[in-house]
């Protein structure tokens, strides 16, 4: 079982320059438009986060 420690351990190498982002507020307005379904087919495994009782986080 992963701890929390760990798991920010492998995330530290990352850095993120926000400024060629480009900020758009969230709103019903602009999210889910449109009537496409997400499915599992719509996302890419890239591997097991953890293992539980009822089954894992991918």
């Not at 920010?8 to 507020?25: A, L, T, V, Y």
């Amino acid at each position: 079982q992963a701890q929390l420690s760990d798991i920010m351990d492998q995330c530290s190498g990352f850095e993120f320059n926000m400024d060629d982002c480009e900020k758009i507020e969230i709103s019903e307005d602009n999210v889910n438009q449109g009537t496409e379904s997400i499915r599992p087919e719509c996302f890419e495994l890239l591997r097991v986060l953890g293992k539980g009782g009822y089954g894992k986080v991918l």
